[in-house]
């Protein structure tokens, strides 16, 4: 099984704006309104690597499966995703894989201390997820989604320390030939950024 993470860019742009878009998509984004394609090209142009904002297709085995972003500024990290295509489609483990994908980048070559999260209060799934492989609560991240209806929003946050504990129990989830992949991964994650 193979991982690899593309960069936003021009060549994915439309994929990803339609995916962004799904309604099953803005349901749980912090931000739920429709974007426009002007606005994804300028927000797509404006990821530099000066700017600290890294978001990418996730490829498994050669199948655009997922968006995740690892934002980071001074030592602290900000991570989201979402699931691309039919939820229907689902590959089993991809969600708890993100989860070990941005632990390996945040805690490996981007030097973060800290990788925080959100979570919107009615998207139970990542609630339970980040409480069964132990990532805390933090009431520091929690706060009220500004756009649209008005939802509270569940801070997560996980210390550079905490880490080597939560892959622990995220790889307990995870399928022998998905623990292998994520293993291969955390080894040398920029090599399979591209």
Request: charged residues 25%.
């Amino acid at each position: 099984m193979s991982i690899r993470l593309e960069p936003f860019g021009r060549d994915n742009a439309s994929m990803v704006l339609g995916w962004r878009n799904a309604a099953h998509v803005r349901a749980n984004s912090l931000d739920d309104r429709v974007i426009e394609a002007s606005a994804h090209e300028r927000f797509v142009e404006s990821l530099t690597p000066e700017s600290g904002r890294r978001y990418f297709v996730v490829h498994v085995d050669g199948t655009a499966s997922a968006v995740m972003n690892v934002d980071v500024q001074g030592r602290e990290g900000r991570w989201g995703c979402y699931l691309g295509g039919d939820p229907r489609d689902l590959r089993p483990g991809l969600f708890p894989l993100l989860v070990g994908l941005s632990g390996a980048l945040a805690f490996g070559p981007f030097d973060c201390r800290m990788l925080r999260s959100e979570v919107l209060a009615h998207n139970l799934a990542p609630q339970r997820l980040n409480a069964h492989v132990g990532i805390a609560e933090s009431a520091r991240w929690s706060h009220e989604r500004t756009t649209g209806e008005s939802v509270p929003v569940v801070g997560y946050e996980v210390a550079r320390r905490e880490w080597p504990g939560v892959k622990r129990r995220v790889r307990s989830l995870l399928t022998s030939a998905l623990r292998e992949t994520l293993d291969a991964f955390g080894r040398d994650p920029l090599a399979h950024v591209g």
